[in-house]
């Protein structure tokens, strides 16, 4: 059962990244939180009772990128150089959209950074409305691209 977070006998391993060379590494990741159209006019007319969720939200992402191997168990802790999330309003969902971008110089990529930034930002969307709006759904939370590293470049 031997494979990259693995051992021979099959324990669970972070991988050894050390003889890796330090490139700049970028993710950017997608997701999105469908509301009641009802839900998302209170969200931009700033009528939430918890307060601005955008903004509330958006800090969450950040934070929680700088918390990602403390989350993911095989995920390596890493010196973000930066973190975005950008959080609009898309009323054809209607909903809110949710991107966010990691960066680093590093020996191992910010995938996972970036889409737990994502993926926090909107379950604190969630958290903030759910008093007027249980049915809301977190949506294609997925990794629009990634640069660096020996893979290269990817995108969607």
Known sequence: ???????????????????????????????QVRMEAATLARVT??????????????????????????????????????????????????????TSEARCIGRTGVEMEAMTAVSVACLTIYDMLKSIDRGMTIEAVELMAKSGGKSGDWRR
């Open 1 to 31: 059962m031997a494979g990259t977070h693995f051992d021979a006998e099959g324990r669970a391993l972070m991988v050894d990244v050390s003889a890796k060379p330090e490139t700049s590494r970028a993710a950017t990741a997608h997701g």
């Open 45 to 98: 007319d700033g009528g939430a009772a918890k307060g601005d969720v955008v903004a509330v939200a958006e800090l969450s992402g950040v934070m929680a990128a700088k918390q990602t191997a403390t989350l993911i168990p095989l995920c390596h802790p890493i010196g973000l150089t930066s973190v975005t999330v950008r959080i609009v309003p898309d009323p054809a969902l209607p909903g809110l959209t949710v």
